[in-house]
């Protein structure tokens, strides 16, 4: 804004040069212009840029000159164009959190109040893109190129982890091991000055074993490195195993860096899955869509169990979904793949975190609410005849936590005077957990009569309608009193403490994981040492299963019960442990559309298989699993006062399904069907064509004995009898084809009953 002074030249006589009274005289002044009046602050737009820099824009006083300081307190200059309009520009380098700030200047030098913009980088920087080099002392040295100025982090295949900063064009020298590392993956992420994080970059590598696994077959340390990888995975790898056995069977190491490792993410895979389908991915309304929604879900989970990097972690989520059990196959859940998948993250979350916070996650889930009636369970109503459901506060008790009966610490039951079990409740303690969980319901619930079945969230915790919540007086275990008048949520933290704190949890939990893990028939010595465990990790936390699970695994009995304990240690391979052991040795893949129209991606699928073996992901008959953990078949087992869980589910008919139905279809798509899969694939259709990788089997079938020294590491951790050996050595020299000899005698090692039997 311009301001014109007019001065009188009657007053302003030098100025006017002279005195006369001539008003029309050529000697009057023009009038002088000055410009004081300092522009408009500008107007500015700030937004992130992919690589991590920011871009600005925006519009000041036409012509003037805009000064934009940039939060890391770096300047650039522009000049605002006759329309007012300027930029945009961008950083120079990646930006931190701060103030961007523009000033205008004009012509005359007036300047413009400052305009600032509290920038907030939420943009995390694009993936790196790393290169491996494999140094002569198997150091492994990774550089690359990431977001400037950003801070590099490699894991390494051993857990260990290495950071640098990259240079101002992208670049980051190359970041080498402490250590000498071995066959597997190294996972490279960036993190700018806001703390973002980058997706993960995974890049594999192999370096050469020393020996072969034919060669190792005989070595003790070896084969107690099979057994371990058994235990603690859905089935031993040869590279997991070479890695361990370079390692020098550092079990601990190997579990530390397994906890490590940030839990899969299975529900972000599924929805997208769900997408590429062209299926609806939250809506339960087309029952239509129900059976290819489980299809995916199984599937991923498949893959999840047989891939999935947190090994240890979804072993132990699988263990904890026999024993807080969910079943698609209950008329409450059979459409809801997508809240089944959710469940298990939340299983695999928290599977080697805290158990307090577990049980609180998995009550506020709502398809534990579908599935044991807790969801809009409501405190009694007289009028309308209306009592508290009471299924899930009983299951809670019977089945996530403190059992029928009292415990002592090794796991043994305690007795009256009279010789009888000592119950740890009653009906009373039911009704009373049963008040405790009444008014919750679906989180995005407008109302109680919400209709959830539809459009529930079964996703996030329940929410509680405090109206339907029951807030009286409750005694429960060991005759704690909550009071009366307190919250839906407070009440419900009060009853999982209750039970937390219950002397029953550390072993009846223990033993439970050892037998899933483990053994069916752990000694009450073993229980012992676990459960203390469970009581104090060694640092007084309660209930971390992280420690328990570690503790489980490296415990005297875990390795050496198979010597020293032939007759009871070990357990029974349940159905889909042995198919993922299977898929793991063999490296096996299979194609699959994911969509009607033909969309293919590599997808494992054992529907059908799964239903005729007795056994699939979260398809339990019962709340009470697939087996019992105390099951005891009647005969010798029986006898020898032994459980033998899994042997509920096995039978004639399951045996021969899982046999034609199950790893049939791997060894026959080998051969016969590989070649014409790819016609007879179809959406809807249960099986797939799935495939394994014989390559390193078929080059030793020049020499019988080694090939059978290595199944009988991979698959029998070392333990194949001469029997087999002898006979599947003269089924071998009666074939001619390698393929044939391959499959064959792999089938026979996978029905045999010594590959049946963990030990």
């Not at 969230?457 to 009366?484: C, Q, R, W, Y």
């Amino acid at each position: 804004m311009r301001i014109v002074l007019l001065f009188c030249c009657s007053t302003l006589l030098v100025a006017c040069g002279g005195g006369g009274s001539d008003t029309g005289s050529s000697n009057s002044v023009p009038p002088i212009i000055v410009d004081s009046t300092a522009p408009s602050a500008p107007v500015q737009t700030v937004i992130d840029n992919e690589d991590g820099t920011i871009q600005v824009w925006g519009s000041a006083e036409a012509g003037s000159r805009v000064d934009i300081t940039f939060p890391d307190g770096k300047s650039q200059v522009l000049t605002a164009s006759q329309n007012g309009n300027y930029g945009p520009i961008n950083s120079d380098t990646p930006q931190p959190n701060g103030m961007v700030s523009a000033t205008a200047t004009d012509s005359a030098g007036n300047r413009s109040g400052i305009t600032i913009t509290n920038y907030t980088d939420s943009m995390a920087p694009l993936r790196p893109i790393p290169n491996i080099t494999v140094n002569a002392n198997k150091t492994i040295s990774v550089s690359g190129r990431a977001e400037a100025q950003s801070v590099i982090t490699v894991i390494y295949e051993d857990g260990s982890t290495a950071t640098n900063i990259t240079l101002a064009d992208g670049t980051f020298s190359p970041i080498t091991s402490a250590e000498a590392q071995f066959s597997g993956d190294i996972v490279v992420t960036a993190t700018d000055a806001a703390e973002n994080v980058s997706s993960e970059a995974k890049l594999a590598y192999e370096i050469p074993a020393e020996n072969a696994l034919w060669e190792l077959a005989q070595d003790e340390q070896a084969k107690d490195i099979v057994r371990f990888l058994t235990q603690a995975t859905f089935g031993p790898t040869e590279r997991d195993i070479q890695n361990l056995v370079a390692r020098g069977a550092n079990y601990e190491a190997w579990i530390n860096a397994q906890i490590a490792i940030q839990p899969s993410s299975l529900l972000t895979k599924y929805e997208q899955r769900l997408q590429d389908a062209g299926f609806p991915v939250v809506s339960r309304e087309n029952l239509d869509f129900s059976y290819p929604k489980q299809l995916a879900a199984s599937d991923m989970l498949w893959d999840l169990f047989a891939y999935g990097d947190d090994q240890l972690r979804q072993r132990v989520a699988f263990a904890l979904s026999q024993i807080f059990v969910v079943s698609e196959t209950s008329d409450t859940l059979f459409n809801n793949a997508r809240g089944i998948v959710a469940y298990h993250d939340l299983l695999a979350n928290n599977a080697l975190g805290s158990y307090r916070e577990l049980i609180e996650a998995v009550t506020l889930n709502p398809i534990m609410g579908e599935y044991l009636s807790m969801i809009r369970n409501e405190k009694a109503n007289n009028e309308e005849n209306i009592r508290p459901d009471e299924n899930y506060a009983r299951e809670l008790m019977q089945l996530f936590s403190i059992g029928l009966v009292m415990l002592n610490q090794d796991g043994s039951i305690q007795v009256d005077e009279n010789g009888q079990p000592i119950p740890t409740y009653n009906q009373d303690t039911i009704k009373a957990f049963a008040r405790v969980f009444t008014g919750w319901t679906y989180k995005n619930a407008t109302s109680w009569d919400f209709d959830g079945w539809l459009f529930g969230d079964t996703i996030n915790p329940m929410i509680a309608f405090e109206s339907f919540h029951d807030t009286d007086e409750k005694i429960l275990l060991n005759g704690e009193i909550v009071p009366a008048g307190q919250s839906a949520s407070q009440n419900l933290k009060s009853a999982l403490d209750n039970l937390f704190k219950h002397s029953n949890v550390p072993p009846f939990m223990s033993k439970q994981l050892i037998q899933r893990l483990v053994t069916s028939n752990p000694s009450p010595e073993y229980v012992s040492r676990i459960s203390a465990v469970f009581r104090d990790n060694g640092n007084g936390v309660r209930g971390d299963l992280g420690a328990v699970v570690k503790a489980i695994l490296l415990d005297t009995e875990a390795r050496t019960g198979q010597r020293d304990r032939p007759s009871t240690f070990g357990k029974l391979k349940e159905p889909i442990l042995k198919f993922t052991a299977l898929i793991r040795a063999f490296d096996v893949t299979g194609l699959h559309p994911i969509n009607a129209e033909g969309l293919q991606r590599q997808t494992l699928r054992f529907f059908y298989p799964a239903v005729a073996s007795g056994q699939r992901p979260y398809a339990a008959p019962s709340v009470f699993n697939f087996f019992r953990p105390d099951h005891s078949p009647a005969g010798p087992i029986r006898d020898s006062d032994l459980v033998a869980p899994e042997l509920q589910i096995l039978n004639e008919s399951f045996i021969t399904n899982a046999t034609n139905y199950g790893s049939a279809p791997i060894f026959n798509s080998y051969d016969f069907l590989l070649n014409d899969c790819q016609p007879r694939l179809n959406f809807l259709d249960g099986f797939g064509c799935p495939y394994p990788d014989f390559s390193d089997e078929l080059a030793l079938t020049n020499d019988i004995s080694q090939l059978l020294s290595r199944l009988s590491l991979l698959m029998l951790a070392g333990d194949m009898s001469d029997i087999t050996k002898d006979a599947l050595s003269i089924l071998a020299q009666q074939q001619t084809e390698p393929r044939f000899v391959v499959a064959e005698v792999v089938h026979l090692i996978y029905l045999s009953p010594e590959f049946a039997v963990q030990r």
